[in-house]
């Protein structure tokens, strides 16, 4: 409570109550290290008076022939060029005057630091980093590229200096994950990339992709083709959207992930999720009595229900194209672990197969969730052969688990509990902590950062905790600026969470960190949430405005509140109601003409209750008028009141401290 109280001192009364109503843990002093504005905030800081300045004369020692130390090295020297505007050379070789703008890399530290370990000691003459392994190296540039300045794109004009310090760091849990959905929104390398890179300086190290799902196979089988050719894209009628790579372009991935650290694990979704699949190949589903169904790949909110037919597990055709398949992964992706989802399977077709329930009884099974797990044993004999790991969604313990899959837990922490009493390894990765498809209102950034994967487990259990993923499903956030937005900043929160020992971690410094870290966010073209931006209202709707089913439209001025950002940040929000609200169209007209509009995927509803899009005002001249055209949509089961909002973020310059 005394550390409780110190933080409502140091931070607002709101906050505290917030805290105290919601079950976060008490919190502690703010530690010193937080004064570097570093996340994840190291394990051990010692701030030293005094700082390294750089000069003409910086020069980057490298002792040790390790080629992922040269390239540590080499990112570091390129770095440093642009922001000094000369080479700063790297030399293999010990500095003759090591106390005169050297920075050292060396690969001698104590192996008790682990793989991913580092020490880092700043002097006024020179920076020492040393690990035991080039991840270590790699984690520690991380450290000193957040103390620098953000790079932009030019030289900058202030003396370049860093504060003294020594650290002496290593991560809480190894594995520490980001999931990116590509199936229900096809990403582009581009933007899978520009995520690499971002987990990268955050010290996040597994890009776990959602590669297949309902809507659209997103990896080439060369076995298969129609995989792809048919279901990796929407049926025409609605549009024929999405994509998929190429073996060679996930190679290129997983070798760029590889430079920084990250290692891709695959996500191939079996038995359930895989309407796609029987787009492609219908002959996969259950035959039923009386019954001639056909499939195709439709966006996410236009399925007549939310989870597709599964495949038919009890079809042996169906296991030889998927230990293909798998066959295949493996070939292509080096990771440890193979994912292969095993959630949220709708069981009633198999209950309804003839061929399922002879097989059943064949092989003695008591029901459909048994069935399920003699798909999926079978599944990771296959996976096993090849020297690799089968994880999945927490459902895969349903009828019993496989004796060497790992469990990503994702219902709560209960099957991450229930994985680790039985000796398995486990991934915790529970809504709403770790889901950032949830809004700002469902999962703020403070209840990411309350986080504590080894809640709830004893010292035995937690052993087998691997570490923390956050997820992205894509099937609300459809742009590269609207998947940003919901990720950022919570995965700085997230990797704090898997990174920094739990003793040590407060909100408020945590925040205040968080803060200054906006600025580099700005500068690597990244779209975040900022909870210090005021909105102002545009227009609201009514319940009964939606009667009925029947299109409504609104047109609502917003002259006064487009400002002369480039964009303007639009939020629609769901006030009060029951039915669900589709937004059919949102477009932004200047003096009459359509300036931009904004893209929304699907119904707000409770669990989505705000939308979040951005518009292109145009250029500006004196006297030019803008209104917001809004086309909304109840249902007959009823609706919802909402209103429309024009955000703005924090005009203060300095982002140090919250205004």
């Not at 005094?50 to 910086?58: I, L, M, Q, V, Y």
């Not at 798998?326 to 959630?343: A, K, Q, R, T």
């Not at 010292?459 to 992205?472: D, Q, W, Y």
Request: aromatic fraction near 10%; charge should be positive; hydrophobic fraction near 40%.
């Amino acid at each position: 409570m005394i550390a409780f109280l110190t933080a409502c001192k140091r931070g607002s009364v709101v906050l505290c109550l917030f805290l105290l109503s919601s079950g976060v843990p008490s919190l502690r002093a703010r530690p010193a290290g937080a004064a570097l504005a570093v996340i994840p905030q190291p394990a051990k800081v010692e701030l030293r008076p005094g700082a390294f300045r750089f000069s003409p004369k910086t020069r980057i020692y490298l002792e040790t022939g390790n080629r992922r130390a040269r390239w540590v090295a080499e990112d570091l020297s390129k770095l440093l060029s642009g922001l000094m505007g000369r080479a700063v050379p790297v030399i293999s070789a010990k500095p003759s005057a090591p106390e005169r703008q050297a920075i050292v890399f060396s690969l001698k530290a104590p192996a008790a630091l682990g793989p991913d370990g580092y020490r880092m000691a700043v002097s006024r003459g020179a920076i020492r980093i040393s690990a035991p392994k080039a991840a270590g190296l790699f984690y520690a540039l991380q450290t000193l590229r957040q103390m620098l300045p953000p790079a932009p794109g030019a030289p900058v004009k202030a003396p370049l200096r860093v504060q003294c310090v020594r650290i002496q760091d290593r991560p809480r849990f190894r594995w520490r994950g980001l999931m990116l959905d590509c199936s229900r929104t096809f990403l582009s390398m581009e933007y899978l990339r520009h995520s690499v890179d971002l987990m990268a300086l955050y010290k996040l190290n597994v890009l776990h992709l959602h590669l297949t799902d309902d809507q659209g196979w997103r990896l080439a089988i060369r076995q298969y083709p129609k995989l792809t050719t048919v279901g990796a894209h929407y049926a025409e009628r609605f549009g024929g959207a999405g994509g998929f790579y190429t073996q060679q372009q996930m190679r290129e991935l997983i070798a760029y992930a590889k430079k920084r650290n990250i290692t891709v694990v695959p996500e191939i979704e079996m038995p359930g999720h895989s309407g796609e699949v029987l787009a492609a190949y219908p002959e996969l589903a259950c035959p039923l009595p009386g019954e001639n169904r056909t499939f195709e790949v439709t966006p996410f909110w236009q399925r007549p229900a939310h989870f597709s037919e599964p495949l038919c597990v009890c079809n042996d055709q169906v296991f030889e194209m998927y230990r293909n398949i798998l066959s295949s992964v493996i070939n292509l992706f080096p990771s440890e672990f193979i994912h292969v989802g095993g959630d949220e399977v709708p069981k009633q077709a198999w209950n309804e197969s003839s061929l399922c329930q002879a097989r059943m009884k064949a092989e003695g099974l008591k029901n459909a969730d048994e069935l399920q797990s003699h798909f999926m044993k079978r599944i990771e004999k296959v996976i096993a052969a090849k020297g690799r790991r089968m994880i999945g969604w927490d459902e895969i313990l349903e009828g019993g688990l496989a004796p060497g899959a790992a469990v990503e837990s994702w219902r709560g922490a209960k099957g991450g509990l229930a994985a680790a009493q039985l000796g398995h390894d486990v991934v915790m990765a529970p809504n709403p902590y770790t889901y950032f498809d949830f809004t700002y209102h469902s999962t703020p950034i403070e209840k990411v950062y309350s986080y504590d994967p080894a809640e709830g487990f004893t010292p035995a259990m937690a052993k087998h905790i691997l570490g923390v993923e956050g997820c992205m499903w894509t099937h609300i956030a459809v742009t590269d600026k609207a998947i940003d937005y919901q990720i950022y900043p919570r995965l700085l929160a997230l990797a704090e969470v898997g990174w920094s020992p739990e003793r040590d971690r407060n909100w408020p410094g945590f925040d205040a960190r968080m803060l200054r870290q906006f600025s580099r966010l700005r500068s690597l073209g990244v779209t975040y949430h900022d909870p210090r931006a005021t909105g102002a209202e545009v227009g609201a709707w009514s319940e009964s405005d939606l009667s009925g089913d029947a299109p409504r439209v609104f047109n609502w001025d917003a002259t006064s509140l487009i400002g002369n950002a480039p964009e303007a940040q639009v939020q629609v929000r769901l006030e009060s109601g029951n039915g669900p609200v589709y937004v059919r169209s949102f477009e932004l007209l200047k003096d009459g003409k359509e300036a931009g509009e904004a893209v929304f995927a699907g119904p707000l509803n409770k669990r989505n209750d705000v939308e979040v899009s951005w518009l292109s005002p145009g250029a500006r001249h004196p006297g030019c008028r803008y209104t917001l055209r809004v086309t909304l949509q109840g249902s007959m089961k009823g609706s919802s009141a909402g209103s429309v909002w024009i955000m703005k973020p924090p005009h203060s310059p300095a982002e140090a401290a919250r205004p």
